[in-house]
């Protein structure tokens, strides 16, 4: 099979609404709209009901929910049709757990460490925890264990169609070893033959598959009523006292789920008790978990994959130069790009030996708002914030606190586990070993606290440079946080973790206990920072909205058009099929929403004011202190950015969208309200806010003024958006669109931003030739935008080398609103193309209502073209007139028709 162009991707969420045979009529309209690739959620068995596919809890076989592999053949048939490939997303790092669905998690628990599944998930046998000793913690009971045993809600029960027993306690089913099956059938005259069986493994060293058999008998024995009594007779004569025997001699222990936070003995996925990690780097894992991936790919099925948490894994560049082993020795006649979903802090590049083709894009999403947000608006804006919500107005500050709460909270289990590992290294050295574990954790806490990444990657050699770089910024911060009698024990955390290589220690238990200890280490600071910054802070900090989302550097406000230059640059020579995205499955807001917010930093005086009338206006509507200050600020702008542009809207739904999303933000934030104790009553009067605020007579004041204000920088922010999607679409890499986004996406935080797409309605307006007065007269119905993307995925379909591998040129602006505008070009073979887009066009719009900068007002703006600009007729979007620059092209000229522009020389038959 032939390798398939990437030249851009379509994000799909599938899920048993939305299936993979529901997308197969869907594929002409994504091959004509200019898309190369679906980019599918992941499509392995996930839990029942699952809406996102990252809960697997069977890797070997394609979800049935979805329609299972017959229906993936058919999409995949539909899609060769169209010249188009499938990018599938695998989930490598977890498994789902819990529940009574995961066949390898159930195995486990049945047999422990003689289970084959044993070693595939990330699990610390050896506890400090007396209590814990060999036994796995499984913290998912509804209330403490004794409680449960006493009011009966943990229960002995048997399957009589497998021959086994388990303890069920609600959805959850905890299996019973086989070799204590004999103390419940008992000695009972029909049972009794099974039971001396059964007793008898306890003494088999191959009883894990002479059980097998033994429960195929009992189950068999079973159909004969008079012994499926008795069993159901012995199961009933458990009372407390003996079932709490019974499960203190399985491989787990049973606990309240409030217990994780602190006594959790294997890793989890962030902090959630449902998701198991996986030991991906033993072979028999890797094998396992990707052999239907494999089988899927040597069949010519699959043409690229997307790794998700790539931070999460013991060696993910190990893990990854595997994988693309692995991968072309299946398809050794074409290239299938490996894309990782990987947060870049600040300054952080993707590591380049990894063999991998690029991010799935969160860093460009940041720097694409950075690049619209002007930095005049922050003054006024953090004002605003600190002196209503007196939180503070550096994120940095807010991201910390966070960091501190989640490594004593929910996460405190695993930060004790990397100081009990860092304990024992300090232990095996006489010149460390009078270190204490309070002083570990001490150090240990303010290094994770200022890490301004979230992870390195320590290996056998110790800390690369760019790695040692970051990791003394966090020493930097540890020590002005720390008094100075800690300061030596941060030295030493310096060394341990991959200062001094692990290579250059002896081979065996000294080099295995640092190695543990820097791979734990890892894996604790990347959760720590998602946990705090986009699971807390982002919910905390309101300075601008726009500014928070998932993968950006929300300390930065804005940067200067030049970093926006380079950084494309840096691409093109580094990672130029890297993915470029403006929406993900993760986003907080919705592309379009994030644009309208980016006006705010525009015009942040006139915001202050507004916010100031509406405070006053909503006094009637707030009710014994709800909400806060701050929480009524965020409430604004989040109203501000998703206003509907349809005044006609469903305020009755909006009021519903609204309030799951508030809900999720009050609970995300720990401040008010959380998941883990929920304030009822102060959830409910902020939830009778929003309904006064939406719903009542008496909010009608207040709607009325919000609503006229969104109307005010809707168009601004419309503006944005076609800019920031002729952007994806031009500068290097691959745009990647997510679900319906070629419409306004004005969602919020999942599961918002995962409702039903009205396909439909795309297909009919994508039908319709672009007139471009018709499409900007109505410009709120977002079929502007869609025209606008089909296109430019048109010019890459042309012309594909020219946005793969073509230069990338930054055009100088001189004149008026020189600092407005965004121009660059691209050349591959004598192919040229201009790209010119206007930022911070608030003031420009001159309060109009179409998001079209009248032509005449940038006067004397002009682009300066290179020198070497042949006298041509240059074509821009939809060939609403040629232009004949010499040297310079007017901005005017370049913006008169269309809100941003792409100029291409012509063909040599045309010139």
Known sequence: MKALPLRATQRLQFHKGFTLDDAVPLVPYFAQLGISHLYASPLLSARSGSMHGYDVVDPTRVNPELGGEPALRRLVAALREHDMG????IVSNHMAVGGADNPWWLDLLEWGRLSPYSEFFDIQWHSPDPLLKGQLLMPFLGSDYGEALQTGTVALRFDASQGAFHVEHYEHRFPICPRDYAQILGQDELLKPLSERFSALAYQDDAYHEAAWLKQALAERATEDDVRQAIEHQVAAFDF???????????????SWRTAADDINWRRFFDVNELGGLRVERSAV?????????????????????????????????????????????????????????????GETLREDWQVDGTTGYEFMNQLSLLQHHPDGFEPLADLWTRHSERPSAFIEEARLARQQILNGSLGGDFESVAQALLQVARDDVMTRDLTLGAIRRALQELIVHFPVYRTYIS???RSAADDALFQQAMEGARSTLGEGDWPVLDHLANWLGGQPWRNRPV???????????????????????????DTAFYRSAVLLSRNDVGFSTEQFSAPLADFHAVNQQRLQTFPDNLLATATHDHKRGEDTRARL?????????????VEQWRTLAEPLRAEGSPSAGDELILYQVLLGSWPLDQTDDFDGYQQRLWQWQQKALREAKLQSSWSAPNEAYEQGVEGFLSRLLLSDTGHALRTAIGHAAQIIAPAGAL???????????????????????????SLVDPDNRRPVGFN?????????PDIGELLFNWRDGRIKQALLAQVLALRKAYPEVFRSGTYTPLEVVGKYAERVVAFSREHQGKTLWVVVPRWPHHLLENGVYPQINAQVWGDTRVKLPFAVPTQNWKGLFHTGAVTPNKELLVSTALGDFPVNVFINPDDQES
Request: overall charge neutral; aromatic content about 8%; proline content about 5%.
């Open 86 to 89: 499938l990018i599938l997303d």
């Open 241 to 255: 006292d003996r079932l709490h025997r019974l499960l203190e001699q399985q491989a787990y222990r049973l606990a």
């Open 286 to 346: 890797f094998e396992a978990t990707h052999g239907k991936i494999f089988e899927l790919i040597s069949e010519g099925l699959v043409d690229g994959l997307r790794i998700d948490h790539i931070d999460g894994l013991a060696d993910p560049r190990g893990y990854c130069r595997k994988l693309r082993r692995r991968v072309d020795s299946l398809v050794p006649d074409r290239h299938l790009p490996i894309f990782v979903e990987k947060i870049l802090g600040e």
């Open 460 to 462: 056998a050699r110790g």
């Open 508 to 534: 065996g238990r000294e080099r295995k206990i640092l190695k543990h200890a820097c791979v734990r280490f890892q894996q604790l600071t990347s959760p720590a920072a998602a946990k705090a910054v986009e």
């Open 598 to 610: 980016a006006v705010l930093s525009e015009c942040a005086p006139w915001f202050v004011e507004q």
């Open 720 to 746: 944005n958006s076609l800019a920031q999607t002729l952007l994806r679409n031009t500068v290097p890499g691959v745009p990647d669109l997510y679900q319906g986004d070629e419409f306004w996406d004005f």
């Open 761 to 769: 309605a795309r297909q009919q307006a994508l039908n319709i030739p």
